[in-house]
């Protein structure tokens, strides 16, 4: 996608490899589009990057879910009254 790449370009000499600089500059970025600007962007993104979209939100807020749920974290022990004396 042509705005990643020119986005990317712009700030490939201040990124530090962290997921944190991507999520920053993104979150910055998107405060200044208008509801236009975010549905112009969507119009002008194939079939596939649509579905890539959206396939990734959704699992995004699929996976957050889970962790509130607390599926797939063992439990601390605590949690079952048991406690433990050093």
């Given at each position: ?7 990317y ?19 910055g ?6 509801r236009?600007?975010?549905?112009q962007?969507?119009d ?5 990057e ?6 990734l939100?959704l699992y995004e807020k ?7 749920e ?9 949690d ?7």
């Amino acid at each position: 996608m042509e705005f990643v790449d020119n986005l990317y370009e712009l700030y490939k000499n201040k990124l530090t490899g962290d997921e944190e600089d991507a999520l920053i500059i993104i979150e910055g970025i998107m405060q200044s589009f208008s509801r236009k600007d975010m549905i112009q962007m969507i119009d002008n993104l194939s079939e596939q990057e649509r579905f890539d979209m959206l396939a990734l939100f959704l699992y995004e807020k699929f996976r957050q879910k889970m962790a509130e749920e607390g599926i797939g974290q063992t439990k601390n022990r605590d949690d079952e009254n048991v406690k433990y004396y050093h």
